[in-house]
């Protein structure tokens, strides 16, 4: 949604084997994970920004602290070899609420960084916004208000 894609005309698309169905999946995300250096830090600034409670488990020597999700897409703070936050690669999308506005208020004051304000995509797409989390990684925030 915040990236530009420059498509050269007369690009060829990759050929694809030809299938009976294609499949359709509810949702393309499963899970996600967020790095973090010091995963107390981060476990704070994502519960100061959502006003919730992460709880943390130890398992196979990395620190796992899950967001509370009944149902739906679920993910953690991970915290251990090879968790590297970063600025760059993919950019995931944060559930921002009704408003995303309520939850990117409180990043600065978390210690984090707003790098863009609230954007309006378009009726029916909603509003993005985009973050630096304590620890370093780039992060979204989608809302439909």
């Not at 169905?21 to 107390?40: C, L, T």
């Not at 970063?86 to 944060?94: A, R």
């Not at 909603?126 to 973050?131: K, L, R």
């Amino acid at each position: 949604m915040g990236s530009t894609v420059n498509i050269k005309k007369g690009h060829n698309e990759p050929k694809t084997p030809k299938k009976d169905k294609e499949p359709v999946f509810k949702n393309f995300v499963n899970w996600f994970e967020i790095p973090a250096y010091n995963h107390y830090r981060s476990i704070s600034f994502y519960n100061y920004i959502y006003g919730i409670n992460i709880k943390t488990v130890e398992l196979n020597g990395f620190a796992m602290g899950f967001f509370p999700a009944e149902t739906g897409i679920g993910g953690a703070i991970v915290t251990g070899v090879g968790c590297v936050p970063s600025q760059i690669g993919p950019l995931l999308y944060l559930n921002g609420g009704e408003d995303l506005n309520n939850v990117l208020s409180k990043v600065n004051e978390a210690g984090g960084r707003v790098v863009m304000e609230k954007t309006f995509l378009g009726e029916g797409v909603g509003f993005f916004a985009i973050f630096i989390d304590t620890e370093g990684n780039r992060l979204a925030l989608h809302s439909k208000q």
